[in-house]
């Protein structure tokens, strides 16, 4: 959060009736300049993405903060927030949670300070010089490949647009992002066809914008651009495996199978969009986010009692493991349980696990997501996901975690092994 300093001008906005301030406008007292960005404090790449954001509007801070979550640690981006206030470039929206009581500050907008503008102005690169750099990180990437995927990829940079096969557009440098993503994607899928090689879009998309997600967006344009299916163009793995264990049967093919063949069972996608499950004899389905977790608890507990037929997630549900939850959920109305690292990713992943059950019917059980969890490890861990916090839903099922991990305090699964004997009991 923005600290009062000499350096900031702190403009408060206050009601009749309330003690302390509502708001609050923070802004540099003095405009130092972009000259900032080269300041030894290891924060350019966040400063230029951050204030290239503003510069097409101010943006309210939470899904600013979520999406900036998924590539910078909290701590650099508010310790950029304050550096870029205080040299007069962006200035800083701040409410007042508790203005009965007590002042407690939390962002609510950012927006560019008018004297960075002109300066701005004369730094921004041009379209043409954009596109330029564009075609440049294109022709990095194909090299000397030739063949219809890289002629359209070129033709893309020449046109200045790109078309799907019935010649609509589907993205111009008026979108720079898009533009780019569709035709670095497209670029890389021409580079591993060639290569006879298959990367996950979510590889390339750490690639092209050192961030994994940023590329599922455009999903849809990228296919339609590639005029051909993501699988096709190389841009999906070989195939996804789903780690499993429970009293549940299935038929693929007329072929009879069952969940405790292994352990643990690997199933892959093409089995499960092919299965009917033929009887599930359990009383609940557990969620693990963590590997070692998975591993761990299915042999110290879950290997003796199939009744509860756990599962590997592997963070957010891919749409195979959605399958199988969904199939599971139609034939055995079991209560869902979830078990997550106590931090933002974690929490969302709950939301995301329990929105999903919801639409199916069933009710989501949250596992050792507690404060008391929390104070068995001292809550020492500090990982670097601790945004994107606002949903009501969060709240509502995690009234008494929100505010730590907001906070910083934060667990990671393994961290609660350690305390088995306090834990085992919890377990569904």
């Known amino acids: 959060m923005i600290k009062d300093t000499e350096s900031v001008i702190s403009k408060m906005i206050r009601v009749e009736g309330i003690k302390f301030p509502v708001a609050r406008v923070q802004q540099g007292r003095n405009y130092t300049g972009l000259a ?14 951050l204030v ?5 509007g101010e943006k309210q801070y939470s899904p600013l903060e979520r999406r900036y979550s998924q590539k910078y640690s909290l701590v650099d981006l508010l310790d950029a927030i304050e550096i870029l206030t205080i040299a007069g470039i962006i200035q800083v929206e701040s409410k007042n949670v508790q203005p009965k009581t007590q002042l407690k500050w939390r962002i609510k907008k950012l927006a560019l300070d008018p004297r960075a503008e002109d300066e701005l102005e004369t730094c921004k690169p041009s379209e043409e010089t954009e596109i330029y750099n564009i075609g440049v990180e294109v022709e990095n990437i194909l090299g000397a490949i030739a063949g219809s995927l890289a002629d359209l990829v070129r033709k893309g940079i020449g046109d200045g647009q790109i078309l799907d096969e019935f010649g609509s557009v589907l993205a111009t440098p008026k979108a720079m992002v898009k533009y780019r993503s569709i035709l670095l994607s ?9 290569e006879k090689r ?5 590889v390339v998309s750490q690639r092209v914008w050192g961030d994994s997600k940023r590329l599922d967006a455009y999903k849809a344009e990228i296919a339609a651009a590639g005029q051909d299916t ?9 195939f996804e495996t789903t780690l499993v264990h429970g009293n549940v049967y299935y038929e693929v093919n007329g072929i009879s199978g069952t969940m405790l063949s292994g352990i643990p069972v690997s199933l892959t996608d093409s089995t499960i969009d092919k299965m009917a499950i033929t009887s599930a004899l359990i009383d609940g389905i557990f969620i693990i986010e963590n590997i070692a977790v998975f591993r761990e608890v299915l042999f110290r507990r879950y290997l003796a009692r199939p009744n509860v037929f756990i599962m590997f997630g592997v963070g957010f549900l891919s749409s195979s493991k959605r399958t199988l939850l969904r199939k599971i959920m139609d034939v055995a109305r079991a209560p869902v349980y979830v078990w997550g690292d106590i931090d933002a990713s974690g929490l969302q992943i709950v939301e995301d696990v329990h929105n999903f059950c919801a639409a199916c019917g069933g009710d989501v059980v949250p596992v050792l997501m507690t404060a008391d969890e929390l104070e068995l490890t001292c809550g020492k861990f500090l990982g670097s996901a601790h945004t994107a916090l606002d949903s009501p839903g969060l709240s509502l099922t995690f009234h008494d975690v929100v505010e730590k991990v907001r906070e910083g305090i934060t667990m990671e699964q393994e961290e609660l092994l ?3 004997d306090k834990i085992e009991s919890k377990l569904p």
């Open 52 to 56: 290239k954001d503003l510069s097409r």
């Open 36 to 49: 900032i960005f080269d300041k030894p404090h290891n924060l350019k790449p966040l400063m230029q993405e």
């Open 230 to 238: 993501l699988d096709n163009l190389h841009l999906t793995a070989n």
């Open 198 to 202: 298959r990367e996950p879009l979510r």
């Open 186 to 194: 497209l670029a890389w899928a021409a580079k591993l066809i060639a």
């Open 418 to 420: 350690i305390h088995w």
